[in-house]
């Protein structure tokens, strides 16, 4: 019988601190999720295009490119954003603390403006549904079994390398597809 299951999340297990930024509070086991890879916007346009739609990718992409220019510019006007069944989309600041109102100074006190995804009832429940986990390598590890993996590879037609005995394939651009699953 075939899987039932609509994808799968890669996931690694390391220890960290229970209480973030600080190195001394006691350590426990958390997961980290690993991604694939990043979907550009024109590939979602794409998958979308591909989804029983009479739209085609360009028209579909230019939607989003209008869409992420709008929300761009609501957001700079002070708005949050509600997208229904999806998320809203809002900002918080990153500031220095000052001592009293009188003395705080917007344009040097706040450092960075950070926008916040806060994913609906709707999208959470569909997401955690029917999912396949994997476990895989932290990042760290992938990192390193790749540059491991880049020490023993055969050295190419002309190579001064006259001590390799290694026999094995050439990773014919996977290296970059590994580099992908770290992000």
């Known amino acids: 019988m075939a899987n ?3 994808g799968h999340i890669n996931y690694s297990l390391s220890m960290k601190p229970t209480k973030p930024g600080d190195a001394d509070s006691p350590k426990k086991i958390y997961a980290s999720i690993q991604s694939d890879e990043t979907v550009s916007l024109s590939s979602l346009a794409q998958h979308m ?8 990718a360009g028209t579909i992409l230019g939607v989003l490119r209008d869409f992420v220019s709008c929300v761009t510019e609501l957001l700079r006007q002070g708005y949050s954003i509600t997208i229904d069944d999806l998320a809203k989309i809002y900002l918080t600041a990153t500031c ?11 344009a040097q006190d706040i ?19 029917d999912i396949d ?11 390193e079994a790749k540059k491991q ?6 050295q190419s037609e002309g190579s001064t390398n006259s001590g390799s005995d290694n026999q094995g394939g050439n990773s014919g651009g996977n290296d970059d597809n590994a580099e992908g699953q770290t992000e």
């Open 49 to 56: 295009s591909e989804h029983n739609t009479p739209f085609s």
């Open 133 to 143: 986990w994997n476990f895989v390598m932290t990042r760290e590890q992938q990192a």
């Open 96 to 106: 220095k603390p000052s001592d009293n109102v009188q003395e705080f100074n917007p």
């Open 4 to 6: 039932t299951n609509i």
């Open 149 to 154: 993996a880049k020490l023993n590879l055969p």
């Open 111 to 129: 450092t960075r403006l950070n926008v916040r995804f806060s994913p609906s009832d709707t999208v959470l429940a569909k997401v955690n549904t």
